[in-house]
């Protein structure tokens, strides 16, 4: 069963959601989008999420954790703004941020216990980075918003990113047993990482106060951990969809933000989304790029299904979430799944 789920959810990416590539590209006229409230200007927006696989699949293997905390200014340096009007594929509106963001991701093979190299497994690894990313958005009529972001990571591979020690030590603080393969993880290498996002808004009112929006993005990736392109759709419904956008995820993933506008009252949304993704180099399965290391044959198209919901209310927005990923290597056994929390809140200054 699990080979099937890998099978359709791939097939969905190539045939249905890769085609949005032409569609999103293509650059409407510029309106201004409505600014933010001056408020949340004198201040700035937080996210904290966890990802995990125990509150997905309840397996501890493959995509095994991860961690961003990230913090987002609507106040970005005028300079930078302007070094982002050269680019030609980078649009810039009324609305523009900064955001910063640090974290740390782990990866095991499905078996843990063993203390050998599992050549036909998932190697070990961890991954910590820190990221700049540039973001801006515009109106193109009452109900259509274009936003893109523009991103840097510089990171470690390897020990340095004491993914072991974070994984081997929770372990012990919840007295459960120690994955005992780590000395095989890949070597230590630094990691740079190009992202840039296109994404879309289409608003649309319901009966009884409803909202629905659909989000079409595509996203690339360049660098020595991570070059891959890929597009996908999001779908919400609920209420005050305008005073987000949607919650942020790890990379590779969904796009998102925490900048909220405040809600008055309590507002509510459920999301859905497909992402496929065409695969060119990933680190974690290819293994270390000037040295040897383990690695295996990854697939060249990976596809997420991500469904969730979320609660917003003033200043502060809670989402939770699962993710199903298509096999990312051959000989994989099953797909991958994991759960996310996202918590996204503004401080003032």
């Given at each position: 069963?699990?080979?099937?789920?890998?099978?359709?959810?791939?097939?969905?990416?190539?045939?249905?959601?890769?085609?949005?590539?032409?569609?999103?590209?293509?650059?409407?006229?510029?309106?201004?989008?409505?600014?933010?409230?001056?408020?949340?200007?004198?201040?700035?927006?937080?996210?904290?999420?966890?990802?995990?696989?125990?509150?997905?699949?309840?397996?501890?293997?493959?995509?095994?954790?991860?961690?961003?905390?990230?913090?987002?200014?609507?106040?970005?340096?005028?300079?930078?703004?302007?070094?982002?009007?050269l680019l030609p594929f980078f649009?810039?509106?009324?609305?523009?941020?900064?955001?910063?963001?640090?974290?740390?991701?782990?990866?095991?093979?499905?078996?843990?216990?063993?203390?050998?190299?599992?050549?036909?497994?998932?190697?070990?690894?961890?991954?910590?980075?820190?990221?700049?990313?540039?973001?801006?958005?515009?109106?193109?009529?009452?109900?259509?918003?274009?936003?893109?972001?523009?991103?840097?990571?510089?990171?470690?591979?390897?020990?340095?990113?004491?993914?072991?020690?974070?994984?081997?030590?929770?372990?012990?603080?919840?007295?459960?047993?120690?994955?005992?393969?780590?000395?095989?993880?890949?070597?230590?290498?630094?990691?740079?990482?190009?992202?840039?996002?296109?994404?879309?808004?289409?608003?649309?009112?319901?009966?009884?106060?409803?909202?629905?929006?659909?989000?079409?993005?595509?996203?690339?990736?360049?660098?020595?951990?991570?070059?891959?392109?890929?597009?996908?759709?999001?779908?919400?419904?609920?209420?005050?969809?305008?005073?987000?956008?949607?919650?942020?995820?790890?990379?590779?993933g969904f796009p998102g933000v925490?900048?909220?506008?405040?809600?008055?009252?309590?507002?509510?949304?459920?999301?859905?989304?497909?992402?496929?993704?065409?695969?060119?180099?990933?680190?974690?399965?290819?293994?270390?790029?000037?040295?040897?290391?383990?690695?295996?044959?990854?697939?060249?198209?990976?596809?997420?299904?991500?469904?969730?919901?979320?609660?917003?209310?003033?200043?502060?927005?809670?989402?939770?979430?699962?993710?199903?990923?298509?096999?990312?290597?051959?000989?994989?056994?099953?797909?991958?799944?994991?759960?996310?929390?996202?918590?996204?809140?503004?401080?003032?200054?």
């Amino acid at each position: 069963m699990a080979g099937v789920q890998s099978v359709v959810v791939a097939s969905m990416a190539q045939k249905s959601v890769l085609p949005f590539l032409l569609f999103i590209l293509t650059s409407p006229a510029q309106t201004q989008a409505a600014p933010p409230p001056a408020s949340v200007k004198e201040g700035g927006f937080w996210s904290v999420q966890f990802e995990n696989d125990v509150w997905g699949s309840g397996d501890d293997r493959f995509y095994s954790h991860g961690t961003e905390v990230s913090y987002l200014s609507l106040n970005p340096p005028e300079w930078l703004m302007n070094a982002g009007r050269l680019l030609p594929f980078f649009h810039t509106g009324d609305v523009s941020a900064v955001q910063f963001s640090v974290g740390q991701s782990i990866f095991t093979p499905e078996d843990t216990v063993a203390s050998g190299l599992l050549r036909n497994d998932r190697p070990y690894a961890g991954w910590l980075y820190g990221s700049a990313e540039l973001l801006s958005r515009y109106q193109d009529g009452p109900n259509h918003q274009v936003g893109n972001v523009l991103g840097i990571t510089l990171g470690i591979v390897g020990p340095s990113a004491r993914a072991d020690q974070v994984q081997n030590g929770f372990h012990d603080l919840i007295g459960i047993d120690k994955p005992r393969g780590w000395q095989n993880q890949l070597k230590d290498e630094p990691g740079i990482l190009l992202t840039y996002t296109r994404r879309s808004q289409y608003h649309h009112d319901l009966p009884g106060g409803l909202e629905f929006e659909t989000a079409p993005h595509v996203v690339g990736a360049l660098g020595n951990v991570y070059t891959y392109a890929g597009a996908g759709m999001m779908l919400r419904v609920g209420q005050g969809l305008r005073n987000d956008i949607a919650p942020p995820n790890i990379s590779p993933g969904f796009p998102g933000v925490p900048y909220l506008r405040p809600s008055t009252g309590v507002n509510w949304y459920l999301f859905a989304g497909l992402e496929g993704r065409a695969v060119a180099r990933d680190i974690f399965l290819d293994g270390n790029t000037f040295r040897d290391s383990h690695s295996v044959d990854k697939e060249p198209f990976v596809a997420d299904v991500q469904v969730g919901f979320a609660f917003h209310y003033d200043s502060m927005r809670i989402a939770i979430s699962n993710v199903w990923r298509s096999r990312e290597f051959e000989g994989q056994a099953g797909h991958v799944q994991y759960g996310a929390i996202n918590v996204s809140f503004f401080l003032p200054d």
